[in-house]
């Protein structure tokens, strides 16, 4: 199985400006809070089954699927 498919399944959530969390939402959720700007490299982001809270930057799954042009909103 793939791992990286695995996050698709998930619900997730994110910390916003005001460092309050925000969701659960679905991967594609996920992605079009990013596309709106509501989420940026250093965006925490966190979904069942994750030990703690990670930068979105570590998870190659999101510039892949949001696209890397997204990611240099940084």
């Known amino acids: 199985p793939d791992p990286a498919k695995d996050l698709y399944h998930k619900d997730w959530f994110f910390?916003?400006?005001?460092?309050?969390?925000?969701?659960?939402?679905?991967?594609?959720?996920?992605?079009q809070k990013w596309?709106?700007?509501f989420m940026g490299r250093q965006t925490y982001v966190w979904a069942e089954g994750m030990a703690d809270w990670r930068r979105?930057?570590?998870?190659?799954?999101?510039?892949?699927s949001v696209g890397s042009l997204a990611f240099e909103r940084g």
């Open 15 to 31: 910390v916003n400006a005001d460092r309050l969390a925000q969701g659960p939402f679905t991967f594609d959720e996920m992605q």
């Open 35 to 37: 596309a709106d700007g």
């Open 56 to 64: 979105v930057d570590n998870f190659p799954v999101f510039e892949s």
